[in-house]
């Protein structure tokens, strides 16, 4: 048996441990408060731009938990500028994916043993900002597990946001687009 000398063990990192105790209870709150008030969330498109942005901020700070967002910014594509819809939405929704980063920064995630964290982890730890951005800009139920990635691989914070963001702006930006000229298609079918 090999004994493990104690004066070659690292010291325990109260500071990082506290870190990520909190960055998991602020994902588990901000998750449990988004399904409490997910019933609601259309409410805040009475607000413009800035409910908007709170919609988006919302529906995706929660983890592995599906919200409206994506259909809120369809809809007030066709009703506000869509150009600024997008931004609005890519902006919050960027904001609202730190929740898988900070889950996966927290060194808690579970999620490790599933085979699609073994598909996408790779990726991340490959291409970076790159896989972000991919990831984030095409509708898929699984960049949660990607933002875990990041966080769990140490990626900078601020290199994950702003990837991060582009994918969004491209991903709502579309979207609001679909809604403008979808429903006003439709609308125009109609008459």
Avoid: H
């Amino acid at each position: 048996m090999n004994a493990v000398d104690s004066s070659t063990r690292a010291p325990f990192d109260w500071k990082t441990t506290i870190l990520r105790v909190l960055a998991l209870v602020a994902v588990v709150g901000i998750t449990v408060l988004v399904f409490s008030i997910r019933d609601r969330v259309e409410e805040f498109a009475a607000f413009g731009y800035p409910g908007i942005f709170l919609i988006a901020l919302l529906a995706n700070a929660t983890v592995f938990l599906p919200a409206p967002g994506v259909a809120v910014v369809f809809a007030m594509g066709a009703i506000f500028n869509p150009i600024f819809v997008g931004l609005a939405a890519g902006s919050g929704g960027a904001l609202g994916e730190l929740s898988g980063y900070l889950a996966g920064y927290s060194g808690q995630a579970v999620i490790e043993r599933l085979d699609v964290y073994n598909r996408i982890e790779p990726w991340v730890r490959k291409y970076g900002g790159w896989a972000i951005l991919v990831l984030s800009a095409v509708p898929n139920p699984f960049f949660d597990i990607a933002g875990v990635a990041a966080g769990m691989s140490k990626m900078p914070m601020a290199r994950f946001l702003f990837f991060c963001w582009l994918g969004q702006l491209i991903k709502m930006t579309l979207f609001a687009l679909a809604g403008a000229y979808s429903l006003n298609w439709i609308l125009d079918f109609a008459k």
